[in-house]
């Protein structure tokens, strides 16, 4: 298959690709700048200029293709209500062009606040859909396009998708870490953070392309919850700084905008979605990939 992707040069919208490409499809990435332009380059897949913010590449893209893979957002912490409203116009645009066509649609959405405090799996319905919603309520929307003949399905990511080179949540943990001195985590550090390594995840979704129905989620998931307090004991030792706990009133103080983040209890399961797919995470854990070193390199 002819597949779009949005985010084709990101940290896991590389791997999807290069997934994608040794499977045997043909890829069409987006890209926004030179850089990313060469990036997508390099891995021998089809470069589409456009943005998020450019309606019409995103047609363009989608009305060649024979399948989309939405994984681009813009991850603007200081300005997430028009986060929101970008991931909405782009669900929009992308799904009103494949309308009728029975062409699959994936779309990253996540599993952070499914169901705090307890296991969430793939039956779980995200508690929001407004445009005002996080994210813009993108996957409410993007489901209803399944009665218009779009094959949508929803790729729940873990809120840490590990791996060398990773610069996300847990790499911003330990720069925290860094410049505190010590390694924290927030009250007993019991919470549980979901988790898998960036290559599995592009193998599920590569699955997920293939094999999931239309209106069908799936969670990409390789460890249902991974204690704080472990993780930062991972961060310890790699930094080689003590570790302790931090007051829930102080999080904010310590850990800056991560801190709400990283006091959420949020486990979640992949069941289904094993079953669904035959997918089996093979690639090391979070803390296997932090104590490979990988994440304290200057």
Do not use: C
């Amino acid at each position: 298959m002819r597949i779009f992707v949005t985010g084709a040069s990101g940290w896991i919208g590389s791997a999807v690709v290069a997934e994608l490409l040794e499977a045997g499809h043909e890829v069409v990435g987006l890209a926004r700048s030179d850089d990313a332009a060469d990036a997508v380059t390099a891995t021998g897949a089809i470069v589409q200029r456009g943005s998020l913010d450019d309606l019409d590449s995103l047609r363009a893209g989608a009305e060649s293709a024979d399948g989309v893979i939405h994984l681009g957002y813009k991850h603007d912490f200081s300005d997430m209500a028009g986060a929101g409203r970008t991931e909405r116009a782009a669900i929009g645009a992308l799904g009103d062009v494949l309308v009728g066509s029975g062409r699959p649609f994936l779309f990253a959405s996540g599993v952070a606040g499914l169901a705090p405090g307890r296991l969430a799996t793939e039956r779980d319905i995200v508690p929001w859909s407004g445009a005002d919603s996080p994210r813009g309520g993108a996957e409410a929307l993007a489901f209803e396009y399944v009665e218009r003949g779009v094959r949508s399905v929803a790729l729940r990511f873990s809120p840490t998708v590990h791996g060398e080179g990773d610069h996300g949540f847990v790499s911003t943990i330990v720069g925290i870490a860094r410049t505190a001195g010590v390694s924290g985590y927030v009250g007993d550090g019991s919470n549980r953070w979901p988790a898998v390594h960036r290559l599995d995840a592009a193998r599920m979704v590569r699955l997920a392309l293939e094999k999931a129905p239309a209106g069908a989620i799936v969670h990409a998931v390789g460890e249902e919850g991974v204690a704080a307090r472990d993780i930062a004991g991972a961060i310890g030792r790699g930094l080689a700084l003590p570790v302790t706990s931090v007051a829930p009133d102080d999080a904010a103080a310590h850990f800056g905008w991560m801190g709400a983040f990283f006091a959420l209890d949020v486990p979640t399961s992949s069941a289904l979605t094993r079953e669904l797919l035959g997918w089996t995470p093979s690639h090391p854990g979070l803390l296997d990939d932090l104590e490979a070193g990988y994440y304290f390199r200057s």
